[in-house]
T-cell receptor
Framework: AQTVTQSQPEMSVQEAETVTLSCTYDTSESNYYLFWYKQPPSRQMILVIRQEAYKQQNATENRFSVNFQKAAKSFSLKISDSQLGDTAMYFCAFRRIPSGGNMLTFGGGTRLMVKP | DGGITQSPKYLFRKEGQNVTLSCEQNLNHDAMYWYRQDPGQGLRLIYYSQIVNDFQKGDIAEGYSVSREKKESFPLTVTSAQKNPTAFYLC??????????????FGPGTRLTVL
């Protein structure tokens, strides 16, 4: 079974600064997908960014980028130019290929507070 | 607007009562999912359904039941056998079950409190 660990329960960052959220996972699979989801105070889960394990290039989506280290089984999320609207819970998630059901395994989450 | 609706937003029930949480989607998605979220924990999969009239247990199915009689609907029943039902419940759907771009879309959730 896969496990996903987010070792930072809470973090804070000043507006306009950069912050990195950590995620590690454990799997015996060689190919898989990784995701970061955002859950703002409204509690609506939103996909932030995704990464295919067999692609070396790190994914980027505007101010969000990942540092994917496959050998270390690490998948950190970097948020640049932090904005107040980035305040949320962030969850790292893993999906096997094939999953037989598109099932996601989530980490415990990191609560990010962006301060003005 | 296309999306996933969950009702009600807040639900209170007495201990020992069964309760059904609604999840409806108009995205024409084949697959639907139910997750439970507890404070300090990530989402855990309760049940999922890849197609109408079929569903599979997730990691924490004990004390829960589901049905999938229609493509757009996937109700979750929290039975009296669920020992600690107070939690936040999230429903999700996806077009199918394979592929990198086959992301799950989430509903707004239902907060269930058992008194």
């Amino acid at each position: 079974a896969q496990t996903v660990t987010q070792s930072q329960p809470e973090m804070s960052v000043q507006e306009a600064e950069t912050v990195t959220l950590s995620c590690t996972y454990d799997t015996s699979e060689s190919n898989y997908y990784l995701f970061w989801y955002k859950q703002p105070p409204s509690r609506q889960m939103i996909l932030v960014i995704r990464q295919e394990a067999y692609k070396q290039q790190n994914a980027t989506e505007n101010r969000f980028s990942v540092n994917f280290q496959k050998a270390a089984k690490s998948f950190s999320l970097k948020i640049s130019d932090s904005q107040l609207g980035d305040t949320a819970m962030y969850f790292c998630a893993f999906r096997r290929i094939p999953s037989g059901g598109n099932m996601l395994t989530f980490g415990g989450g990191t609560r990010l507070m962006v301060k003005p | 607007d296309g999306g996933i609706t969950q009702s009600p937003k807040y639900l209170f029930r007495k201990e020992g009562q069964n309760v059904t949480l609604s999840c409806e989607q108009n995205l024409n998605h084949d697959a639907m999912y139910w997750y439970r979220q507890d404070p300090g924990q990530g989402l855990r999969l309760i049940y999922y359904s890849q197609i109408v009239n079929d569903f599979q247990k997730g990691d924490i199915a004990e004390g829960y039941s589901v049905s999938r009689e229609k493509k757009e609907s996937f109700p979750l029943t929290v039975t009296s056998a669920q020992k600690n039902p107070t939690a936040f419940y999230l429903c999700a759907s996806s077009i199918g079950t394979g592929g990198f771009y086959n992301e799950q879309f989430f509903g707004p959730g239902t907060r269930l409190t058992v008194l």
